[in-house]
Every structure is written in structure tokens, then in C-alpha cells.
């Protein structure tokens, strides 16, 4: 398989170079040649445990690290995960939860990147060299990149994450960590910035080839071919209990649309998911693109599920290289006027853009009542992103076809807004409590590009 950018100036890569490089060097996102299809697969599948199923799919999208080098990679990143099943299914009154938080760092986020951490391991391993990765994050991503890369041999990571933004806790799961090849960067602005920034390094081409700057945020095609797994797991899962099942919608918390973005592209491939329906907070980008064919930036709003405080989606490029048929010229056209304006249009004459999703947002105080009712009436904590995701589907569900909600953080990270939710809630966790007592590393700097890159070129020259 080989890898091309959404807006058209490079192909041919391979999976590793893809995997390696991150962001295309004319600032597009890295996809797939062809999408393969699997439906004539799905039946010798269905009874694969997690780690063969997810080698069945790698094997489509990396043809060049062979099965037998993959085995290993994939195995030892789910060991890591606390439960037998990575992703477990469970039923939550009326639908199905997939919990995707059983990872070292509780959020979705170690699905991906537990396995991208062996990855660059691997290849560095065989091709000598080094590789400086920087992150941006709004929470989750930051400890899950921390967690999957720390110690480890070659590489540096950098992490930005938006000052007072992310929750003390999630602050505390990145800072902790003491080994010398991580860095935390706490940066005066947004996340949207922190991405901004992110976005602008990765396009000063003289200073990203001297680094080997890597990405680890979902602009990476790793953590997308990864997330296609569990869709295919949740849909797996859930005929095992119903047998007579044809089909399923999945209802996905959104943020930088890299996780729907994999559930569109499973359903590409052949699995049958009906509709995805995609759920915002109140920063709504994505469901007002959905609901109008506008996508045009708005303010970012601090909210109660902060992983999804976010108005400029990275990887919504992805999906609209599709939706524009296929035309990487359309694509360039349509994000520098979007770069340039804050606003692109697709235009359409249908009711609905895409028959593939549907999309609403919910705002803090009915994110609140959602979590609130969850736990009075079935006894069940949600994280607040979880929360949003299910007050969506409860609003778009459908009778006849089963839905699957990814869950995709353990409530236990989220404990001060479970709180506010659930007055005397006092939410604890064996990972997470020690963290309070241990000693911080952090640097804080300006939202600046020249000053990020002063910073990084001095560490790596250290
Ligand atoms: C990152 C994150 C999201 C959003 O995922 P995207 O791939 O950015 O859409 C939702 N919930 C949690 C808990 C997250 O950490």
C-alpha cells in the first residue's frame, strides 16, 4: 500500500515512511491509495480474538513490516491494557458502551498509541537515526504519547498542551513522568494555538528535515489504521448477543475527528455501520458542517469534556478528500480559503450531505444531566465526552437498528465534573491517586513558533 497527501504534493510513500513523516510535506494529511474492502471477510474474522483481528487489518495498510515482525508489536501494546478483551462491549440500557479506556492512561487514546510507540521503535531500530515528536494536546493525547514513549531509546517528545486547559489530573499524568527523553510544554493560549503551532512547525520544512520531527497527534495515519480495529471488534462483539443483526449505527464523541474518521473509513471498507453519528459539546464546528455543508470557525469554548474543545478538526481533511470526490486540487482550494477565511462550503442539494452521518452538539449543563441520569437511573458513571456521546444517541437512535456508544475515557479522570454532576461523588483510581504527591516537570513558553523550536533545537542538541 501506498500513501499519498489530500492535497496532492507527494505520493508514493510507503507505510513506514508515512508512518514516520506524520504530516505531508505541503501541510495535507497522508491516506491510503485504495481503500481495501472486507466484507467477504467479516465472517472468517468474527471469531478472531482483538490482537489477530487487528493483525488481519494491519496487514492491508503495512504491507512492508512483515506478519511476523507486526505479531510482536501488536501483542506487547495491548498487554498493557487491564482487561482481557482490549475493548470491551457492554450494555448500557438501551444500547452498547465499547469501553476504550482500559489502557495505561484511562481514554482512548492508548488504543493507537501504545502500538505507535513499537512502531517508531521498530524502525528505528532498522534504520538507525533519531526521531523528535512533537505533540499537541488538549488532555488525553499528551499522557497517552507520554505513556507509549517514554524511556525509549532515539526518540524525544515534546508535548504542548494549552495552559490551565486540561484538567489538574490530566496535567498531572503528562507532568509526572520523570524519564528524560519526555517534554512538557505548557503553553499561554488554546489548543486550537497549541495545533496552530504544531501545524506551522511541521511546515518550516529547513527546520522539521534538520530535527526528523514526527507527529504523534491523529494527523498520524498510524493512530487512524489502529482505530479501525475496534470498530470492527464493537460490531464483532455485538452479534455475538444479537445474532440477528445486519447492521449498527455507532455514536462517536468528537473532537479533531480522528476517531469517526476511522469508523468512516471501516464502514468504507465494508463493515455495516449504518450511520455514524457524531456528537460535539458546545464548540460545534463539525455538527454545524453536517447539518449546513459550512464548515467556519468559531471562538474555542472551555467545556466540561475538554478533549473536544476544538473548532479546527485536523483530520477532517481526511474525509472531505472523499467527499470531494477524490480531487486533491479541490481539497488544497478548499483549506486555503478555509486557512485564509475561517469558512469553506461544500455545496450540496440534498437534505443531508453525507448519508453516512448524522451530528448534533450538547451543551455543558445537558452534558451534566446526561452524566447525572446515567448513574440515578442505570449506575453508571460516564466521563463527560462519553456523556455527550450518549445524550446524541439518545436523541438519534433508532429502534430497529442496535447502536453501539464509544466510551471513550474512564470516568475516574474526569472526577471533579463527575461531581459536579453527582454531588458527594468522590471518584478514585489506583493509576491516578498517587499522582498528587509526585513532583512535576513542565516548562511554560509563550505561544510562539520561533520560541518552540528554540526550545527543541537546544534540548536535542543537549
Ligand atoms: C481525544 C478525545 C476525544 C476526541 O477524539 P477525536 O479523535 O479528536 O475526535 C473524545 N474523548 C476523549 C476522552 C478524548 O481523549
Known sequence: MRYFSTRGGQSGLTFTQAVMTGLAADGGLLLPERIPRVADRLAEWQHLDYTRLAEEIFALFADD?????????????????????????????????????????????????????????????????????LAATSGDTGSAAIAGLRGRAGIKLFVMYPEGRTSRLQERQMTTVQDDNIFN?????????????????????????????????????????????????????????????????????????????????????????????????EN??????????????????????????????????????????????????FMRAFNEAGVGRVHYN??????????????????????????????????????????VAERLQRDEVPLVCLATAHPAKFAETLALAVPGLRLTHPLLDPLSALPERKTRIQPQQDRIEAFIEEAVAA
Open 284 to 333: 460545534d464546528i463539525l455538527a454545524r458542517f453536517f447539518n449546513s455543508g459550512r464548515y467556519e470557525r468559531g471562538e474555542v469554548h472551555a467545556s466540561h469534556s475538554p478533549a473536544m474543545d476544538i473548532q479546527v478538526a485536523s483530520n477532517f481533511e481526511r474525509y472531505l478528500y472523499y467527499l470531494l470526490g477524490g480531487n486533491t486540487q479541490r481539497v488544497a482550494d
Open 185 to 281: 510544554l505548557c503553553v499561554d493560549g488554546s489548543f486550537d494555538d497549541c495545533q496552530r503551532l504544531l501545524k506551522g512547525i511541521f511546515g518550516h520544512q529547513a527546520f522539521r528535515e534538520r530535527l526528523q520531527l514526527g507527529a504523534v497527534n491523529s494527523v498520524n495515519w498510524a493512530r487512524i489504521m489502529a482505530q479501525l480495529v475496534y470498530y470492527f471488534s464493537a460490531w464483532f462483539q455485538l452479534r455475538r448477543r444479537q445474532p440477528s443483526a445486519t447492521a449498527f449505527d455507532v455514536c462517536v464523541p468528537t473532537g479533531n475527528f480522528g476517531n469517526v474518521f476511522a469508523g468512516y473509513l471501516a464502514r468504507r471498507m465494508g463493515l455495516p455501520i449504518d450511520r455514524l453519528l457524531l456528537a460535539t459539546n
Open 65 to 133: 513490516i512483515p506478519r511476523e515482525a507486526m505479531r510482536p508489536l501488536i501483542a506487547r501494546a495491548y498487554a498493557s491494557f487491564d482487561a482481557e478483551q482490549p475493548v470491551p462491549l457492554v450494555r448500557h440500557e438501551g444500547l452498547y458502551l465499547l469501553e476504550l479506556f482500559h489502557g495505561p492512561t484511562l481514554a482512548f487514546k492508548d488504543v493507537a498509541l501504545q502500538l505507535l510507540g513499537n512502531l517508531f521503535e521498530w524502525v528505528l531500530e532498522r534504520q538507525g537515526g533519531r526521531l523528535n515528536l
Open 350 to 391: 440534498t437534505r443531508q450531505l453525507d448519508a453516512a452521518f448524522r451530528a448534533a452538539s450538547v451543551s455543558d449543563a445537558d452534558t451534566l444531566v446526561a452524566i447525572r441520569e446515567a448513574y440515578e437511573r442505570h449506575g453508571r458513571l460516564l466521563c463527560p465526552h462519553t456523556a455527550v456521546g450518549r445524550r
